[in-house]
T-cell receptor, first 115, second 108 residues
């Protein structure tokens, strides 16, 4: 199984709503990532978890709150978002190793629209 | 972070070989070079990864010169379905930062 599964595929939320994006992988990967991708732009790294601990936060606003409850799951909690936060949110995972050679597997993304 | 430069777009015709070059002058000793393909509204898909010289798999080849300041992704005999954005990543360990990408347009 080389799949990263993201739910939901589409989400529309109001600026006062609280919602969560979910990501799951069963490849035994211990590094998991959240990316944000605006139209016609490259994916931007938001967060990296390593062994269920947050290792990188790319100065993401606090209205985005990541959570890694176990080695297979990654959540992104959303609260008080702005319309400019509308984007494709991608989850990825990779092996966590002391070596340099590693490949990230991506999910299909959640298309988020903030109204 | 290594500064990455790729062409914004390229055109090709079906059946041709396509070479996309990525410049990464300040690549570090520990960095690997990885290429991803992305279709609209889908997650990026791994194509190939290398450290130096040449790497080949069933879909592409990656050429890296000795100084490692650039790399070239080679796609043999492209088809319409290869129309996508191709990203060159230069990364160490699990820090996967994407550059601007190259939009490849394959014409019939």
């Amino acid at each position: 199984d080389t799949e990263v599964t993201q739910t939901p595929k589409h989400l529309v939320m109001g600026m006062t709503n609280k919602k969560s994006l979910k990501c799951e992988q069963h490849m035994g990967h211990r590094a998991m990532y959240w990316y944000k991708q605006k139209a016609k732009k490259p994916p931007e790294l938001m967060f990296v978890y390593s062994y269920e601990k947050l290792s990188i936060n790319e100065s993401v606003p606090s209205r985005f709150s990541p959570e890694c409850p176990n080695s297979s799951l990654l959540n992104l909690h959303l609260h008080a978002l702005q319309p400019e936060d509308s984007a494709l949110y991608l989850c990825a995972s990779s092996q966590e190793s002391t070596g340099r050679r590693t490949e990230a597997f991506f999910g299909q993304g959640t298309r988020l629209t903030v109204v | 972070l290594a500064k990455i430069t790729q062409p914004i777009s390229m055109d090709s015709y079906e059946g041709q070989e396509v070479n996309i070059t990525c410049s990464h002058n300040n690549i570090a000793t520990n960095d690997y070079i990885t290429w991803y393909q992305q279709f609209p509204s889908q997650g990026p898909r791994f194509i190939i990864q290398g450290y130096k010289t040449k790497v080949t798999n069933e879909v592409a080849s990656l050429f890296i010169p000795a100084d490692r300041k650039s790399s070239t992704l080679s796609l043999p005999r492209v088809s319409l379905s290869d129309t996508a954005v191709y990203y060159c990543l230069v990364h160490n360990f699990n820090k996967f930062y994407f550059g601007s990408g190259t939009k490849l347009n394959v014409k019939p």
